[in-house]
């Protein structure tokens, strides 16, 4: 019975010398192998050298090859693909900035990449033309009601004008609409639209962007009589009635008795038109129809000059000799443009800061102990180029939320960049700071290993909270939990060289 | 691959001193070692495979034929380099113990 259990146990002490082995690399495996059976074989001639066969002899044996374990671990990290890289990386300046800087990238990548972001910028970068005015009559209650007959405009325009160069008109009509390129609605009331016809040079006035125009750009002004009359869609209709389909333009639709083709989309919020129209149609002949219609006018230098304030009262000859008694509206209603928003949100941020946060960098010391000029220099840069960093980060990323989805209203668009961005620059600077408090003023490398100090209940002890230490074995740095008037703000301790031997093999070097 | 070998001034952990010290002393092989030191075997074997690849140790296979001769199978022999004699000297200064744990005069008389 004895000579079963030696034999297992020895059958059961070289299993284990096997699986351990399997940690070793191939390569090595066979020496080390050789090399642990042959002491194998040596601790078991000493552990029965005392005669017979024993448990306690067995169990010194088993705890011998128990050993083979880490032996094997050892082969195994030395076998493994070195990182020094991505370990001296590891919290460091570099690694942080790094990390932003991928973030910004990928904010900006995605900006252009999403359609709708690329379909704002282009209208961003489009300015429209300043000095431009609505001109109505006095006597009107709201500029949203049409006032202006065509004869008194082509009256106007045919007069040389010391105070306006250049007219538009347009009277708005409601009409049935088919769109052939697409049913969108089942729905009779909703294929009657708000459509204006407009005089061929609106567009050219206002210089408002048509976005999402045919492949074969086309002159809007100059093809406005051609056989198929063009039409430009609002940005408000081509999303309810074509979903945003950006494949719309070069479509044509039935409007009325008359089929035009969509030419383009003209983004909303730019100007504050009136009318709610949703498609605007360019005709010739829409200054000789009956009714009355709006007059977009655009300044001269003079005119803007007599133009103080947003509104002005101007009188004009009638065309039955009389004076009309008018008003001049300025149409300087262009919602704010991104970067507006941006920086309009970022100062709110900026003011709400030290209401959830402390604004100080914490750089108050245990010991008498002052960093260099260099070194401080060095920590100023890092924060400002985290910061120079975070701000494209967050502007990007706010416009990719806002504008990403082209389904979105740009006034929901705004408000959605503008809180994206006021969150974005709160909680982004507030880690800033944060992240700032816990870097090592020597290397930069944020401290790690927290560890509890004392119990806040027990305030005989000089200080309680939490301890973190700088793994390059430069500072610890205490943070108390329950600010005291002996111990408010987080303190540096430097260490000194008699530290070393603790962070020997982690010691990075100090910059 | 190049190795570099420490200096005789490296700071050396205990352990690590003991075992130099063990090997000054004529304990040669992994196991007698671990009897002289009374480290066990899952600390004496990792810390030798580092003294070995800092070049402060280098290892020998005993020859068959003389396994073969005593019936046993062959062991592998440590021994401490120029580099490993310079370290355990500095080591001795900062532990002055070590020499009084395992004294050199005991390996002569085994």
């Known amino acids: 019975m004895s000579a079963f259990f030696r034999w297992a146990h020895r059958l059961f002490d070289l299993g284990l010398l096997r699986s351990a082995s399997l940690l070793v690399p191939a390569g090595q495996r066979t020496e080390w192998l050789r090399e642990w059976r042959g002491e194998l074989w040596h601790v078991q001639q000493a552990c029965s050298a005392d005669g017979g066969h024993s448990w306690q002899a067995e169990r010194q044996v088993m705890a011998f090859c128990a050993g083979a374990f880490p032996d094997a671990l050892c082969f195994w990290r030395a076998g493994r693909p070195q990182r020094p890289a991505g370990a001296a990386m590891d919290g460091s300046a570099r690694q942080c900035l790094l990390i932003l800087g991928a973030l910004a990238a990928a904010g900006y990548g995605l900006a252009l990449l999403l359609p709708g972001v690329c379909a704002e910028r282009s209208l961003w970068q489009r300015k429209v033309n300043p000095n431009l005015v609505l001109i109505e009559h006095a006597g009107s209650d709201s500029s949203q009601h049409p006032t202006i007959a065509p004869g008194q405009f082509r009256s106007w325009e045919r007069r040389k004008q010391q105070y306006f160069d250049g007219f538009a008109f347009y009277r708005v009509e409601r009409q049935p609409v088919e769109p052939e390129f697409q049913p969108a609605s089942a729905n009779p009331e909703a294929n009657t639209w708000r459509v204006a016809h407009a005089s061929p040079n609106l567009f050219t006035l206002l210089g408002l962007p048509v976005r999402l125009t045919d492949p074969d750009p086309v002159d809007l002004e100059a093809d406005a009589s051609g056989d198929v009359p063009q039409v430009i869609l609002s940005e408000t209709a081509w999303k309810r009635e074509f979903g945003a389909d950006a494949r719309i333009a070069g479509a044509t639709i039935r409007l009325g008795a008359r089929q035009v083709k969509i030419a383009g989309v003209a983004p909303d919020g730019s100007l504050a038109l009136p009318g709610g129209v949703d498609v605007w149609v360019l005709d010739p002949e829409a200054v000789r129809a009956p009714g009355v219609g709006y007059v977009v006018a655009h300044l001269t230098a003079l005119g803007k000059e007599e133009m103080w304030t947003t509104c002005v009262h101007i009188t004009a000859n009638a065309p039955n000799d009389g004076e009309d008694d008018l008003l001049a509206i300025a149409l300087d209603a262009r919602k704010p443009g991104p970067e507006t928003l941006f920086l309009f949100a970022g100062f709110l941020a900026l003011l709400a800061l030290p209401a959830i946060t402390t604004v100080s960098l914490g750089e108050a010391s245990v010991n008498p102990h002052r960093t260099s000029w260099l070194k401080r220099l060095h920590r100023w840069s890092f924060l400002s180029a985290k910061i120079a960093l975070l701000v494209p980060t967050i502007y990007f990323v706010s416009l990719d939320l806002a504008y990403g989805c082209t389904l979105i209203a740009p006034e929901q668009a705004a408000y959605l960049q503008l809180l994206s961005t006021f969150s974005g620059c709160l909680f982004g600077l507030r880690w800033v700071l944060k992240d700032q408090r816990q870097r090592c003023p020597v290397c930069m490398r944020t401290v790690t290993h927290p560890a509890q100090v004392g119990v806040a209940s027990r305030t005989f002890l000089d200080w309680n909270g939490t301890e973190m230490m700088c793994m390059g074995g430069h500072t610890l740095l205490h943070v108390p939990s329950l600010p005291t008037s002996w111990f408010s703000a987080q303190r540096w301790l430097y260490l000194d060289t008699s530290w070393n031997f603790l962070f020997a093999g982690s010691t990075p070097p100090a910059p | ?110």
């Open chain 2, 1 to 110: 691959m190049a190795r570099e070998a420490k200096q005789p001034d490296t700071k050396l952990s205990h352990t690590a001193a003991l075992i130099l010290q063990a090997l000054d002393a004529g304990f040669v092989y992994g196991f007698s070692i671990m009897e002289m030191t009374g480290l066990p075997s899952g600390t004496v074997y990792p810390a030798m495979r580092r003294l070995e690849r800092d070049d402060l140790i280098r290892s020998q296979w005993e020859k068959q034929s003389i396994a073969d001769a005593e019936q046993r199978p062959p062991r592998k022999y440590y021994r401490l380099t120029a580099a490993g004699k310079s370290t355990l000297e500095a080591s001795r200064k900062r532990y002055p113990l070590l020499v009084r744990l395992i004294p050199t005069e005991e390996a002569k008389q085994v």
